[in-house]
């Protein structure tokens, strides 16, 4: 599997998105000019719009833009199907819970075992949850100190309104399918969609 080994803070500042959308709140010095230097062509602002979703979820092109496909076939806005796409894989899902500090670190958890769907063990980040679905972590795994101290730690984060999360049982609920005002940084879908559109 293919690795981003970017620098994340300067990832994050090239894309102008704040590094707590990623988990990560230890920052370096502040630029808020960087991009202001020069100016930024139609094409270059549909790419970056692109480039910042990827590297939020932690996506590769051509899985992004599959789900590009998925999203323009469902009803409504394709952009905002998407956002609905990528906010309901279950990698975000343990990240929203608050069950690991990044998508990073609830990726390689969901691929470990460490969750179940209704029961069932799940090891694909990629699974798409579904309104109504329970996702729990692993008996085993709940003595684990590791997850314990995330736990603590991400206690002060702000869960989403469309899922319901139990810490003391380790669960959470989708309570429905999420939407683009459920999400916690700045997008413009429609760039995306105009960029594919060419």
């Known amino acids: 599997m293919a690795v981003n080994r970017d620098p994340i803070l300067k990832r994050c500042r090239y894309l102008g998105i704040s590094p707590a959308v990623l988990g990560i709140y230890k920052t370096s010095k502040k630029n808020p000019n960087a991009n202001a230097r020069r100016k930024v062509s139609e094409y270059g602002l549909q790419l970056k719009e692109k480039q910042k979703l990827k590297f939020i979820y932690g996506i590769l092109e051509k899985p992004f833009h599959h789900y590009f496909e998925i999203a323009s076939k469902m009803e409504g806005q394709a952009g905002n199907n998407l956002i609905t796409i990528l906010e309901s894989r279950l990698d975000n899902i343990a990240f929203r819970m608050g069950m690991a500090l990044t998508r990073r670190e609830a990726r390689q958890l969901v691929t470990h075992g460490h ?15 579904k309104a109504g679905d329970v ?18 730690q991400t206690a002060s984060r702000t869960t989403p309104l469309w899922l319901e999360v139990n810490k003391e049982q ?29």
Do not use: C, Q
Not at 115 to 129: A, C
Not at 135 to 152: A, D, G, M, Q
Not at 172 to 194: G, Q
């Open 115 to 129: 969750f179940l769907v209704n029961g069932k063990k799940v090891d694909i980040p990629s699974y798409r949850v």
């Open 135 to 152: 996702i729990t972590l692993r008996e085993k795994s709940r003595s684990s100190t590791k997850i314990k101290s995330v736990i603590e």
């Open 170 to 198: 380790f669960s959470a609920k989708v309570v429905r399918m999420p939407s683009i005002e459920d999400i916690d940084y700045e997008v413009a879908p429609h760039l995306i969609v105009e960029l594919y559109s060419k």
